[in-house]
């Protein structure tokens, strides 16, 4: 019944092996494929000196759902969406747990709308928040009172300088 694991000879103990070491090549394979994914951070550096650590929205989870279901957020933390064209890009806030500010930014890093203390909704059917009156290729969202805080202003320049975390 269990005759696979006599060992009958030097044959077999290099079949055992060859098994086992093939086993644990196909678990570091999976462990290492299944890794988590590093998160892509950029600080976004405003001209008053204010500077938010924006976590990207790269995954369609993120894209999807953005800040929603999160129970807080740093105050000095954010998400950014980096669309592939310019557009009247929209947001809603929808499972949101706490209020945002809304920062739409052109292709020039150049701010070209603000909305302030959007609500989170919890209603079946909630708010849009824009589109703003240019084109925007990237949307920030961070806590409410930041765009008064950094003194976020439609015209500011922004810098961006990205890194892993």
């Given amino acids: 019944m269990l005759s696979f694991l006599r060992l009958k000879g030097v044959g077999d103990k290099k079949r055992i092996f060859f098994l086992l070491v093939m086993a ?3 678990i570091s394979g999976a462990l290492l494929f ?3 994914e590093q998160t892509q951070v950029i600080n976004i550096n405003f001209p008053g000196g204010a500077v938010l650590k924006a976590e990207v929205a790269d995954t369609p ?3 999807l759902f ?3 279901f999160r129970n807080v957020l740093p105050s000095d933390e954010g998400m950014v969406y980096i669309f592939e064209e310019s557009g009247p890009h929209r ?3 929808k499972e ?3 209020p945002i500010d809304v920062i739409w930014v052109d292709e020039s890093k150049i701010v070209v709308h603000v909305v302030e203390k959007a609500p989170p909704c919890i209603e079946s059917r909630c708010p849009w928040y824009g589109p703003p ?3 925007a290729r990237y949307v920030i969202e961070a806590n409410a009172g930041f765009v008064e805080q950094a003194k976020v202003a439609i015209g500011a ?3 961006f300088t990205m890194y892993v975390s």
Avoid: I, R, S, Y
């Fill in 157 to 159: 320049q922004l810098k």
């Fill in 61 to 63: 989870e993120k894209l």
């Fill in 133 to 135: 009156p240019q084109n």
């Fill in 91 to 93: 947001v809603w806030t």
């Fill in 96 to 98: 949101f747990q706490f």
């Fill in 34 to 36: 299944n890794a988590p």
């Fill in 66 to 68: 953005g800040l929603a």
């Fill in 24 to 26: 644990l090549l196909l």
